[in-house]
Every structure is written in structure tokens, then in C-alpha cells.
């Protein structure tokens, strides 16, 4: 991607990666910061022999207050429903319709069942994954582009960024599109650089988050905390689920899915109440279905 929208025009690619007299590029601090994170990673790898992770108080703390930001709510007065294949692609959303009938799916990979569940529905869904060449089935509503999603100082010629997207779709005036994010960690990157204008433009965002075992390691909490403290700012999490693919881990005393499945709805379309469920819900289903889904209870750690 050799170019990127602002309000003052087109922006090249190289201002963001040349130094220059004001101070050091993006990709020189970039650099230093993975070299402080091998060495960090070093330090923690050195510890862990000393720590018990699954009784270490300290790490039940970083547990406890990254789970806040996603413990769940009941939205007042509306319901649930399940959209996508059994098993592994279904998501549970909120039946609260987007008048601008459009969504954007990240992570296709081969699955388009959500995507064609939305599209016979009336949306027009925009679809993002550098992972494969063509999608497994089409739609006259499916709008492809063989281009991964992360953060906008991670852009290049395979990645762009959801902000540069949207102002490529000619979207930035719409208020109610739904979003469906599935990418292998790019996520925490995406949510920590887009701006929150953007954020705000989905009223709600299906999220599988990945790497909650690594929660302990200083630099993807720090990472994970902050995209999380964004998305709660305007959005309030109603529905989780772990997936069952990999194992549960037990970190500080809590038994930790390593990936969740997190649906956020925007806090201006309803009121919300202390959830009242327990996960998995009746409307939940195993990602895997030769293993046993993991309990997770009302997952409250306010």
C-alpha cells in the first residue's frame, strides 16, 4: 500500500518510514521496541522457571483487569440469535439491523457461511484475507480484495488497514455497519491504531481474539490492555465464548481460554444490565465438536 488517505490529502508511504530532522522513523522505533521485547521475552522466559504461573498472584491481576474490560452485559430489551454455520464460523450477534445493510468480514480463509448468512439478509459484505487467492463461494453481494487487515504502521503491500479501507469503500459517512474481525492476532494491532471515529462507526464487532495464554509476557498485555480499553470505551462486550480448539490455561489461579469469541455492542444502542447468563449459552456451539466446550460461568471479574 503505497498510499494512505488523511484529511489533508494523500500521505506517501515514505513519511511515515524515513526519518526525519524532527526525530526517528516509525521503522527505527519499531526496531528498537523489538529488540527491548526480545529481551524482555528473554528475562520473562528466565522467570518462568522460578514462577508458578497458575499460582502467581501478580499474573492474577493482569488477568483480572484485562477480563474486566470484556466482562459481559445484558442489552435491555433486545435478543440473541446465531449467524453462520454449526460449530466453527457460527457467531452469536445482538437482532439489531444496520440501516447502511453493510458489513465487513476480516479473515475468510474457508468459510463464508457468516458472510452469505448476512448477504441473503440485504448486506453488502466487504471481505479481507491475503491467505488465499479466491473466496470458496460467491455472492453478487460479496466484495473481495485479496488484502490482510492489521494496524496502520504494519501496512505494506499485503496489509492494509481498516481505516484506509473504509475511506476506500467510500464509507467514512456511515454510522451502522457491522463488523466480523477473525485474523490470528492482528487484531490487538488494528484496535490499538484505528481512530476512534472509525471504531464508532460499527454499531456491532464480532471478535476472535487469540493469545490470551501469553497474558503473563509484559508487552502483549500491555498491547491487549489498550485495545481493549479502546473498544469499551464505545462499545460494551454482551457475549463470550471460548474456543475450544486449544486448551484452557490456568493463569493466577483462573482458568484462561487462550482464544475468545467477544461480541460488542455500541453503548448508544441500548441500555445494559448486569448479565444474567451463563457461557456457553443454549445458542453457543463447540468450535470443535469432539471436545468438550469450555464452562466459562457468567465470566464477571469487575
Same mark, same amino acid.
Given at each position: 500500500m503505497?498510499?494512505?488517505?488523511a484529511?489533508?490529502?494523500?500521505?506517501?508511504?515514505?513519511t511515515?518510514d524515513?526519518?526525519?530532522?524532527? /526525530?526517528?522513523s516509525?521503522k527505527q522505533?519499531?526496531?528498537?521496541?523489538?529488540?527491548l521485547?526480545?529481551?524482555?521475552?528473554?528475562?520473562?522466559?528466565?522467570s518462568?522457571?522460578?514462577r508458578i504461573?497458575?499460582?502467581d498472584?501478580a499474573?492474577?491481576?493482569?488477568?483480572?483487569?484485562?477480563?474486566?474490560?470484556?466482562?459481559? $452485559?445484558?442489552?435491555?430489551?433486545?435478543a440473541?440469535?446465531?449467524?453462520?454455520?454449526?460449530?466453527d /464460523?457460527?457467531?452469536?450477534?445482538?437482532?439489531?439491523e444496520?440501516k447502511?445493510?453493510? +458489513?465487513?468480514s476480516?479473515?475468510?480463509?474457508?468459510?463464508?457461511?457468516? *458472510?452469505?448468512?448476512?448477504a441473503?439478509?440485504?448486506?453488502?459484505?466487504?471481505?479481507?484475507?491475503?491467505?488465499?487467492?479466491?473466496?470458496?463461494?460467491n455472492?453478487p453481494?460479496f466484495?473481495?480484495?485479496?488484502?490482510g487487515?492489521? /494496524?496502520?504502521?504494519?501496512?505494506? *503491500?499485503e496489509?492494509s488497514s481498516?481505516?484506509?479501507?473504509?475511506a476506500?469503500? +467510500?464509507?467514512?459517512?456511515?454510522?451502522?455497519?457491522?463488523?466480523?474481525?477473525?485474523?490470528?492476532g492482528?487484531?490487538?494491532?488494528?484496535?490499538n491504531?484505528?481512530?476512534?471515529?472509525?471504531?464508532?462507526?460499527?454499531?456491532q464487532?464480532?471478535?476472535?481474539?487469540h493469545?490470551?495464554s501469553?497474558?503473563h509476557k509484559l508487552f502483549?498485555y500491555r498491547k $491487549?490492555?489498550?485495545?481493549l480499553q479502546?473498544? $469499551?470505551?464505545?462499545?460494551?462486550?454482551?457475549?463470550?465464548?471460548?474456543?475450544?480448539?486449544?486448551?484452557?490455561?490456568?493463569? /493466577?489461579?483462573?482458568?484462561v481460554?487462550?482464544?475468545?469469541?467477544?461480541?460488542w455492542?455500541?453503548?448508544?444502542?441500548?441500555?445494559?444490565a448486569?448479565?444474567?447468563?451463563?457461557?456457553?449459552?443454549?445458542?453457543?456451539?463447540?468450535?470443535?465438536?469432539?471436545y468438550a466446550d469450555h464452562?466459562?460461568?457468567?465470566?464477571?471479574?469487575?
Amino acid at each position: 500500500m503505497n498510499m494512505q488517505h488523511a484529511e489533508n490529502g494523500p500521505v506517501n508511504e515514505t513519511t511515515r518510514d524515513e526519518a526525519t530532522e524532527s /526525530g526517528p522513523s516509525l521503522k527505527q522505533y519499531d526496531k528498537v521496541l523489538k529488540t527491548l521485547e526480545h529481551r524482555v521475552a528473554k528475562l520473562e522466559k528466565g522467570s518462568a522457571n522460578i514462577r508458578i504461573l497458575a499460582l502467581d498472584r501478580a499474573v492474577q491481576e493482569m488477568v483480572q483487569e484485562l477480563f474486566s474490560y470484556i466482562t459481559p $452485559a445484558d442489552p435491555v430489551g433486545l435478543a440473541f440469535e446465531r449467524v453462520g454455520r454449526a460449530y466453527d /464460523g457460527g457467531y452469536i450477534m445482538v437482532k439489531h439491523e444496520a440501516k447502511s445493510r453493510t +458489513a465487513y468480514s476480516l479473515g475468510i480463509n474457508r468459510d463464508v457461511s457468516w *458472510d452469505l448468512a448476512m448477504a441473503e439478509r440485504g448486506y453488502d459484505v466487504y471481505q479481507y484475507d491475503h491467505t488465499i487467492i479466491k473466496l470458496p463461494v460467491n455472492h453478487p453481494r460479496f466484495h473481495f480484495r485479496r488484502l490482510g487487515i492489521t /494496524g496502520m504502521s504494519l501496512v505494506n *503491500d499485503e496489509l492494509s488497514s481498516l481505516e484506509i479501507e473504509i475511506a476506500n469503500n +467510500a464509507h467514512s459517512e456511515h454510522h451502522d455497519m457491522i463488523l466480523k474481525i477473525d485474523i490470528e492476532g492482528h487484531e490487538w494491532d488494528v484496535f490499538n491504531e484505528i481512530p476512534e471515529e472509525d471504531l464508532s462507526r460499527f454499531t456491532q464487532i464480532l471478535i476472535e481474539c487469540h493469545g490470551f495464554s501469553k497474558m503473563h509476557k509484559l508487552f502483549w498485555y500491555r498491547k $491487549a490492555r489498550q485495545a481493549l480499553q479502546r473498544l $469499551a470505551t464505545s462499545h460494551q462486550v454482551v457475549h463470550v465464548h471460548g474456543n475450544n480448539n486449544s486448551p484452557m490455561v490456568v493463569l /493466577g489461579g483462573v482458568a484462561v481460554p487462550q482464544t475468545l469469541e467477544l461480541t460488542w455492542l455500541r453503548r448508544d444502542i441500548c441500555e445494559f444490565a448486569p448479565c444474567t447468563r451463563n457461557f456457553p449459552t443454549d445458542l453457543d456451539q463447540p468450535n470443535n465438536p469432539n471436545y468438550a466446550d469450555h464452562r466459562l460461568g457468567r465470566f464477571s471479574f469487575f
